[in-house]
Nanobody
Framework: VQLVESGGGLVQPGESLRLSCAAS????????MSWYRQAPGKERELVAS????????NYADSVKGRFTISRDNAKNTVYLQMNSLKPEDTAVYYC????????WGQGTQVTVSS
């Protein structure tokens, strides 16, 4: 099982990034996929999730209206489009797959700074 995140980087406030998470080794389409983040000195928090069969989405209040989660089951990939980024969005972003078991990616750093 692998979850490989990509797309992180250093951006200025107000800019955008698109994170990707490529999955392998399990039936991707059957899993709820989520993005979490962890800032220095803080607990890991749920950013957004998307269900499996009939995709519905859920967002943390802090990112509603700015972030969009989506999935492509044909490509076994989940995305996180992040717009209007703020310094408080700075964190390591982790991909998560959940059904009866939970899988985590290794994380990708997002830094928002002027």
């Amino acid at each position: 099982v692998q979850l490989v995140e990509s797309g992180g980087g250093l951006v200025q406030p107000g800019e955008s990034l698109r994170l990707s998470c490529a999955a392998s080794g399990f039936t991707f389409s059957s899993y709820v996929m989520s993005w979490y983040r962890q800032a220095p000195g803080k607990e890991r928090e749920l950013v957004a999730s998307i269900s499996s069969v009939v995709p519905s989405t859920n967002y943390a209040d802090s990112v509603k209206g700015r972030f969009t989660i989506s999935r492509d089951n044909a490509k076994n990939t989940v995305y996180l489009q992040m717009n209007s980024l703020k310094p408080e969005d700075t964190a390591v972003y982790y991909c998560n797959a959940r059904r009866w078991v939970v899988f985590w990616g290794q994380g990708t750093q997002v830094t928002v700074s002027s």
